[in-house]
């Protein structure tokens, strides 16, 4: 479609959704503006660390006060549980064989169209702050420049990726870098507000990219001081002495995640302040989850629920049902065909996620079948020795590498996943139907086993030098400079 096509879809569109909705928002935008936008992404925040997905440790109240709002996603999925690879996702609606980034560090190409694109040419006024991680090689400072590689995002206030908290900066138009001497969500926060002032009397489409809770596990001190680690309730399938992985290490992240829902309050309210709650959608998730621990494992890529499994609150008063909660699945290739279906804009045919606008507006409660999983190569350090591929029902979770299944569960009686039926001959007839299932997935979405990577012996070091956009790129470049692509 070209630009004139869709911009005459756009209005026709949004005559439509405003004869569907004007009794649904405020007096104020109900005949002029189409819904905002806030979409906000912390960075490794596990679904099972909120209140309202039932966590009695954890301190969530102003995001749990924004579940009773709205509509709570409990079975809400990273594709890829890992940062570039989640983050592409959830921006282009497409799944990694298709948008290229099947690494971290890679550069999302400038060529792919994304979210903001997209509400940017309907006449939103776009915005990110916080963390990126899409622009590959060096992650720091930081710097990335106005044009195509902020794919779409008009208003800038981000840097590439840097979890040093407590000393963070940020870059606007300029390779110019300004300090933050707050704890890093603090400062994000006070970005977005600035925004929100700023564009509060036209449609923005606004992301905030919080670094925390990703490892390291720290807050201010005044977070860190309501959880004693000895007296947190522990998952069952929880391992004691897991490195990173500890009652320590999970009373920072918690610490964080409260220090992360204060700044939610701060933005919440800023809505309410502006006049501007009613008219809004307001989309909290995660790019993946973090295992902590369990199965005595730590970080991403992952197929456990602690890895794949995110936040997925969705609030627009008087438009989406509030205080209703969903099983339907939801994942991050969902959310752009979603979100533009809400603010009744055309999704483009290359899009490959399911518009669930239908099950976020409680008139079905039918969403997809299964979700579909990806990771192309391992991550020795972390406890991923090989690619795999998954795909998770509303009962069962089921993943292979390209030679062997690894692993099948049955979450209805095994919620806690420890017990593998990989093995179990009871299971095969159930185990050859989800690998019917997940091969049909992989054809579907154009996937191969042929796209996996391996990595040199060194270990793929994508951030340390350049930037590359694939991953033979990089093992080209490793071959002909191995005194750069070694250890440091």
Known sequence: MDRRGFMKGSVAAWAGLSSRTSRAVSTKTTEKRPPNVLFVLPDEWRAQALGCMGNRDVRTPHLD????????????????????????????????????????????????????????????????VGKWHLDGGPRLPGYVPPGRRR???????????????????????????IITEKYEPEGWTDRAIEFLYEFQDKPFFLMVGFGAPHDPYLAP?????????????????????????????????YAAITAIDDQMGRILHTLRELD????????????????????????KRKPWEESIRVPGIIRHPGMIPSGRKTDALFSHVDFAPTLL????????????????????????????????FQIFGP??????????????????????????????????????????LVNDESARSLMQH???????????????????????????????????????????????????????
């Not at 794919?151 to 870098?177: I, K, L, M």
């Not at 501007?276 to 970080?299: A, C, K, P, R, W």
């Not at 690894?406 to 806690?416: A, R």
């Open 434 to 488: 989800l690998d019917q299932q997940l091969l049909a997935w992989m054809e579907k979405v154009g996937d191969s086993w042929s796209l996996d990577w391996t990595p040199p012996p060194n270990g793929l070091h994508l951030w340390w030098y350049r930037t590359f956009y694939t991953v033979q790129d990089y093992l080209t470049w490793a071959r002909e400079h191995p005194q750069l692509a070694g250890p440091r």
């Open 221 to 253: 001190e005044k977070y860190m001081k309501l959880y004693d680690p000895e007296k947190l309730t522990m998952e069952l399938n929880w391992r004691e002495g897991t490195p990173d992985g500890g009652r320590k290490d999970i009373a920072g992240y």
């Open 151 to 177: 794919h779409g995002f008009q208003s800038w206030a981000a840097n590439e990726c840097n979890h040093n908290y407590f000393y963070n900066w940020y870059f606007r138009d300029e390779n110019v870098p």
């Open 379 to 420: 991550a020795h350090a972390t406890g991923v020795d090989h690619a795999w591929r998954g795909v998770r029902t509303e009962r069962y979770m089921y993943a292979r590498r390209k030679t062997a299944p690894w692993v099948l569960y049955d979450l209805e009686k095994d919620p806690h996943e420890m017990n593998n």
């Open 65 to 128: 006060q924004l579940a009773s709002e709205g509509t709570l996603f409990r079975h809400t999925f990273a594709n890829a549980p890992v940062c570039c690879p989640a983050r592409a996702n959830i921006l282009t609606g497409t799944y990694n064989n298709r948008n290229g980034m099947v690494v971290n560090d890679l550069r999302l190409r400038e060529s792919e169209i994304t979210l903001a694109d997209l509400f940017s040419r309907a006449g939103y006024q776009t915005g990110y």
């Open 341 to 372: 279906s809400l603010c009744g804009l055309p999704i483009p045919v290359d899009m490959q996620g399911t518009d669930l606008s239908r099950v976020v507006l409680g008139q079905t409660e039918q969403g997809p079948a299964s979700a579909y």
């Open 276 to 299: 501007l709650e009613n008219n809004t959608i307001v989309l909290f998730s995660s790019d993946h989850g973090n295992m902590l621990g369990s199965q005595g494992m730590v970080l």
